[in-house]
Structures are given as C-alpha cells and as structure tokens.
C-alpha cells in the first residue's frame, strides 16, 4: 500500500511540472504585430512576436488557418478559405490573444520594399485591389500622407515624407484600408565632431539605426569607418585612413542616409605658448591652428596632466596649468588628433609676453611674466643667445634694451637658478633708407629695387636715380633736369617719358616700364640704356620671372609676354589693368593686383585667368575668398617661402597658406591711417604707396607718394 501511494505521487509530481511547461510556454508567446489586416481567402500574413512556432494556432473570426511557416519570431499563415471578417486570434494551449481584426475584401497587401530607407525613399507596395474608378490610393507611414508615383490595381510606388518618422505603412481605397508592416524611418539628424582626421571618433545620431554593428554601414566621403557601438540612435564609429572631406553616410539593408560634410582637417598647429614656465594655476595662451572652440574637443596636458580649458578658438586655446606638472612635454589633441608641443616647466619664473614682439638693435622690450627679481643684478636677458640691458624691475615686468646684432629668435630670462624660455622675438621694423615727406630727394618715385651691391634704384618721373650703401643719390639714367625725351644711351644721355614700374634681374640689370615711349627699357649694372620691346598699350604693371622672362600690364588691355625679339603675346583674355609691380612663381604662375576699382588679385595659370584673392572691397583679413583689399598697387612673391606681399592703401598684406593678413602699417589699426612712422611693425605709417619690391634677404622696399622715401621692412 504505501508503495503505491509513493506511485501515486511521483505521477502527480510530473503531471505538475509537464502542466508548468506547458504555461510558461504559452506565457512565453507574444505577437507585436502583423500584416495584412484584409484580402481574400489565401492572402499570405504575417505575424511577428516572440515563441512563435509550427504548433501555434491562427484562427480568422474562428476559422483555423494553415501554417505556411514558423521561425520564433515570425509566424506566416494562409487566410482561410473558410474564414470571414472578424478578430484575428492566436491559440497557445489553452491561452488565445486576440491581436486585431481581419477583413476579407479585394483590398489586401502581399509585399512592401523596401521596409527602410529616408525620406526620399520609393518604397513599392504590392497587393491587390488598389484601382479605383472613384477616387486614387491614399498611402500613409506612420500617420502622415505619401506621395504615390505610381499606381496600378496591383502596384502602387510611394515616396516617404520628410520626417515621416518609424510607423506602420497603411493603404486606403474607397473608403477601404489595409494595414502593411512598420517602415523604419533613417535619418542622420548630427554627427559630432564635423572635423578632424584619420581616427577620430565620431558620433552619429539620428534615428531608424540597427543595434547590431555589422547591420550598419558607415562611409566618410565613401571609404568604410569602422563601427564600434551602436543603438537604435546612435553610432560611435572611428574615422578611416586615407579620408577625404566629403559627406558622412549610412546604409542598411542596401538603403543609404546622406548626412553631414565631415572636414578633413590637419593636426592641430602649435605656434607659440606663453608662458613656458609658471607655477600651478597659471594661465597659458597657446596660439596655433586647427584647434575646436568647442571644450569638449579640445585636450591638453602638461607632463601627461590633464589641464584645465578656460577658453577655446579654431586659433587660440586659454588653458591652466595642472598642478603637479612639473617638467616636460605639452600635447594638445584635438578630436582624436594629437600635437606635441614645447617643453613647459612648473616653476616660479615664467614669461607671458614681450610688448612689442618686434623690434630693432635700440628698442625698448616689455618683458611681462611672473618671479622676477626685484634687483636689477639678479635678472638676465638674452635675444636669442645675446645679452640685453635691463633698465627697469618688477615683480612681473622688466623693461630692456634691444641689443646690437639682434637676430630673431628667443628671449629667456634667467633669475637664481631659474631659466624661464620667452615667446620669439623677431628681428623687425620699419627704416628709412633716404628721403623723407619735408626732404627733396624724390619728386614723385614710383618703383625701387634693390641689386645684390647694397644699392637701391628708384624711378623718379623721367629719371632712374641710384642711392649707394652710404646713402649718397644720384641720377643713374636718363636727364640731368628730369625732362622728358626717348633716347637710349649711357646714363643721362639717354631719356625716358614717365617712367611707372621697374624690376631687377639676377645680373643687376634694371628694366623699367617707360610709359609715354610705349617701351620698356633695359639699363644695365654700367648705366648704359637700351629698348628691349616696344609695345602698343600704356603700361600699368611690370614683372620678371627667373629665367629673365618679361611681362607687363597694360591699361585695360590684360597682361603680356614678352619674348627674347621683343615680341608680345596677351596672357588669357580681357580688358582688365594689371596694377604695379607683378610677380611669377616657381610654377610659371603670374599674379596681378587690379586696379581701386577692382580690389582684388589675379592669377594666370596656363594662360587661363581666375581670381586668387579678394573681389570684395574693405579692410578685413581673412581667408583668400573672404578678406577685403582696398587700393591695390602692387605685389611681389618670395619664391623660397611661397609668401607674398601687397600693398594695399598705406599698408602691407601678407598672404601665406590661404590666409590673409596685415603685417604693417595704419599703427597697427584695423582701417586705414596714413602718416610717416618708423619704429616696430605695429607702429609704422605710410602715405599712398606707390609700388613695392623684395630684396635679396627677403625684406621689402617701399617707395611713396607723399612721403618721397626709401622705407625697408625688415622682416629676417
């Protein structure tokens, strides 16, 4: 007996645990949706849920029908041939979920394609009973109305909406509807950061994206980044090697969503930290390139400290330093993209700026920091290696005096034990060779050289006029009393009619744009006066290239060539008046300025002529398309550095990499002062510009109208 009740338990016992089962499996059946929700007797519809399989059972308004197919997640049925319209039901066990209601019409859907995709985006739907003699098939995504291409009783092709958003594609005929699956809505709404480079990290947000990395194609201007998180509306993905700026896009299930330009920037550029050494907290001011005004991209550390950002710029970061730093490397990462920069100690001495930054042998420098000594004795300065006097003390000034033989280079500051490393120092300024506004030297000079002897050449009218290295003037060429004539000949026995421009060749010989004469002239080391070419337009501008080539500007006439018979030939087409001085550059390049009523320069490429900087008239920096030239009368090139120089309305511009900047002039203002200045770049004045030149080291010559002189900017 007690055998059988033991018997009887264990029976019960399975029985229990079979029942569980069985419940947790039908607990275990859900259905999120389905589609079609009308059409005939063998319309195929589709469910999708979880715990869907074979044994699951579909009934139409209580007739069952046939599983074609069952995969867990998604179940596919046959509508019943004996089905009617009614509540659509699933069956598990004993456990029924009604999931919505069927309607047996003509109007049904059988396959949609594609099922994701932006706005934009064809999507065809088939089906059946789409035609109507009464009034067209309406299609809707997610509740709002798409544009329906095309339409036959079996086909319709519908454009998804901007912004339609994830949601179920409905068709309606007649006052009939059929509901079709969900399209899942793709857009790129940011992408952050915009810039960078080559393994930058970039986060992408937007919607209708796959959480599984390898469902998600990302490509920057067309070359595959690699994924390394993704949600439903997000991406983190690392920018490729080898990326080009171009769009960011996204493509799933062959569907492509076009999203912002990502720039392709370089490094960031480290050109000058002040101070270089100062204690915890301090303020640093790093000036460069490349860098973010957004904080959050932006990364500096000092020794492998991170430090503080106070403020950010594309140009300009404001950081503090960490405490703890103690000595070593600066590095600045910008979006992934790294820079080292100079050495930094922690310390009590530091420099944060010399007020003026240039200057000449005899200027006064403000050296302004931090741990001076208030004895005078205890503090020693060097530009560049070479001892300077200190005339005045504080705490966090000391006040020297440029030394002879000053080069560009380094100031440091040495006080105990401590050495402090400045900012640079550049060897700079603006001189006068010889001449003055109240002196007579000149009468109205339009164009100055200098040979490789020390000696400059100035066009005065009708004469061309010598000052040696000691400042002596003389005329050169042409006659004695200035007046006009065409002759060629030694020295003053030859003449000239208004001379306009000059150039110098690697000989020393002058050629000189004779305006009246219609010719240009050569004057060799000796004085002896020749025509090199007769030509048939009044000449507004001259250049040179390094193979002694010439050319010249000619007054609403373009620009010319000249060949070694002393034949012209036009570069280019058009009724423009190249303006003073031109240059070449190593590629065969030519560059002009325009005239006042056409602020800005041109360049000649293969005889084919475009704008290279400006067309817009004012006085802003900028880059080549966005900064403003007011009163153009000449450039010139240095081939060794690839800057150039422009006079621009009593000042000079400076153009290296695609930038535009004023490096003298109007004292150091933003608009336009004229005067006669000498001193430190920010300080000097000039009045009406007459032309410009480049010597051999590199320093520029001014001549001009009201000031009657020689002036150099010094600039190595």
Known sequence: MKNKLYLLAFIVF????????????????????????????GTIVTFQGQGLNKNTLVSFNGAEARVIDARDTILIV?????????????????????????????????????????????????????????????????????????????????????????????????????????????KINTIKPVKGGAGTQVVIDGTGFETTLAANTVTFNGKAANIIAATANKLTVNVPEGVTTGPVALTINGQKTVGQVFTVVPKPQINTVAPLSAPANTRVEIAGANFSSLLDEVNVTFNGKAAKILGASDNRLSVEVPAGAGMGKMVIAVNGQQSDGPLFKEQAL????????????????????????????????????????????????????????????????????????????????????????????????????????????????????????????????????????????QGTAAAFSYCTNMVIDA????????????????????????????????????????????YFGAQYGGAYRVDAAGNSSQMGVGYYTPTGTMA??????????????????????????SLYAGNLYGFANGSLTTAGFSNLSGLVYNNTTNEMFVADNSAIRYIYDGQVTRITGWSGGASPAFGYADGTLNKALFNSINAISIDRDGNILVVERYNKAIRKIILR
């Open 78 to 186: 046959m509508a019943p041939q004996n089905g009617s319209s009614g509540a659509l039901v699933v069956k598990e066990g004993e456990r029924k979920i009604e999931v919505g209601n069927y309607t047996y019409q003509a109007l049904s859907m059988h396959r949609v394609a594609p099922l994701n995709g932006p706005a934009g985006t064809n999507v065809s739907i088939y089906g059946a009973g789409f035609g109507s003699l009464n009034s067209p098939a309406t299609v809707t995504i997610n509740g709002k109305s798409a544009l329906v291409t095309s339409m036959t009783d079996t086909l319709l092709v519908a454009t998804i909406p901007e912004d339609a958003g994830t949601g179920k594609l409905i068709v309606a005929v007649d006052g009939k509807s059929v509901d079709g699956p969900a399209f899942t809505f793709q």
């Open 507 to 550: 000989q020393d010989n002058l050629y000189i744009s004779d305006g009246n004469n219609r010719a240009i002239r050569k004057v060799t080391p000796t004085g002896m006066v020749s025509t090199v070419a007769k030509v048939s337009y009044y000449m507004t501008g001259l250049a040179i290239d390094k193979n002694n080539g010439l």
């Open 350 to 489: 530091g420099i944060s700026q010399l007020i003026p930054d240039n200057g000449l042998a005899g200027s006064e420098v403000v050296v302004k920091g931090m741990g001076f000594d208030n004895n005078i004795a205890s503090n020693q300065v060097t530009f560049n290696g070479i001892a300077a006097t200190v005339t005045a003390v504080t705490d966090s000034t000391l006040n020297v005096v440029v030394p002879a033989n000053i080069s560009t280079g380094l100031l440091k500051v040495t006080t105990g034990q401590l050495v402090a490393d400045g900012p640079e120092f550049r060897r700079a300024g603006v001189i006068t060779i010889v001449g003055g506004p109240q002196l007579n030297v000149f009468a109205d000079p339009k164009a100055v050289v200098g040979d490789s002897k020390g000696n400059y050449f100035v066009a005065d009218i009708n004469v061309i006029k010598k000052v040696d290295a000691t400042g002596n003037v003389s005329i050169f060429a042409g006659r004695a009393d200035n007046s006009i004539g065409y002759a060629d000949g």
């Open 584 to 609: 070449i550059d190593n590629k065969g390049v030519l560059y002009f300025a325009g005239d006042f009523e056409n602020p800005y320069i041109s360049k000649i490429a293969d005889n084919v002529k």
């Open 14 to 41: 399975i029985l229990s645990a079979c029942k569980r089962d069985r419940n947790e499996s039908i607990h275990a059946v859900n259905v999120t949706s389905f589609w079609p929700n009308s059409g005939n007797a």
